[in-house]
T-cell receptor, first 112, second 116 residues
Framework: QQQVKQSPQSLIVQKGGISIINCAYE??????FPWYQQFPGKGPALLIA?????SEKKEGRFTISFNKSAKQFSLHIMDSQPGDSATYFC???????????FGTGTRLKVLA | EPEVTQTPSHQVTQMGQEVILRCVPI?????FYWYRQILGQKVEFLVS????????KSEIFDDQFSVERPDGSNFTLKIRSTKLEDSAMYFC??????????????FGPGTRLTVL
């Protein structure tokens, strides 16, 4: 099953709070899980990515937590800022294909 | 910083008409893609293109769709006879290498297609 399920659809967080977006997948052949960030009027841009051989990856305020046995991964944005307000897409892919399989997106709004 | 560009940003057309969406990939990239996102739904892969050939396509990419690299810089998506359900945001992307696990796909800002 080549789906990636993403939740929540939208999220409102106070400035300084933690934003958490969750994704789940079925296909155990997936071997790369990127998160894309999209601002209005712009295309999705790679934010951070993880491979299933690690359980966590951190880049600045952004962390991916990965649970291989549960087939779930999540994006945590620490100390959320108004500038983080955007739509976030999780995705997955595997060697042998050209495509990313995307989740439905989460619209994040960080209140000042 | 190099970026993928797309024109037009918004295209309105009548059902049954042909449309061509245009993209200029990043100049040294060799692999090109089209994705689409119907409002409120997920971003879906349509097609990948390399060396003037389709390398992979989804079940959405039926005979009414075609892609072309008419010159050294442009990459186009043609929809021959548009349907209402073709209304969506269409994203072009490009990458330097084949494997998406190791080669980031860079996305353009999208063309919003509205079919009336």
């Amino acid at each position: 099953q080549q789906q990636v399920k993403q939740s929540p659809q939208s999220l409102i967080v106070q400035k300084g709070g933690i934003s958490i977006i969750n994704c789940a997948y079925e296909n155990t052949a997936f071997d790369y899980f990127p998160w894309y960030q999209q601002f209005p009027g712009k295309g999705p841009a790679l934010l951070i990515a993880i491979r299933p051989d690690v359980s966590e990856k951190k880049e600045g305020r952004f962390t991916i937590s990965f649970n291989k046995s549960a087939k779930q991964f999540s994006l945590h944005i620490m100390d959320s800022q108004p500038g983080d307000s955007a739509t976030y897409f999780c995705a997955a892919t595997f060697s042998g294909t050209y495509k990313y399989i995307f989740g439905t997106g989460t619209r994040l709004k960080v209140l000042a | 910083e190099p970026e993928v560009t797309q024109t037009p940003s918004h295209q309105v057309t009548q059902m049954g008409q042909e449309v061509i969406l245009r993209c200029v990939p990043i100049s040294n990239h060799l692999y090109f893609y089209w994705y689409r996102q119907i409002l409120g739904q997920k971003v879906e892969f349509l097609v990948s293109f390399y060396n003037n050939e389709i390398s992979e396509k989804s079940e959405i990419f039926d005979d009414q769709f075609s892609v072309e690299r008419p010159d050294g810089s442009n990459f186009t998506l043609k929809i021959r006879s548009t349907k209402l359900e073709d209304s969506a945001m269409y994203f072009c992307a490009s990458s330097a290498g084949r494997d998406p696990s190791y080669n980031e796909q860079f996305f353009g800002p999208g063309t919003r297609l509205t079919v009336l």
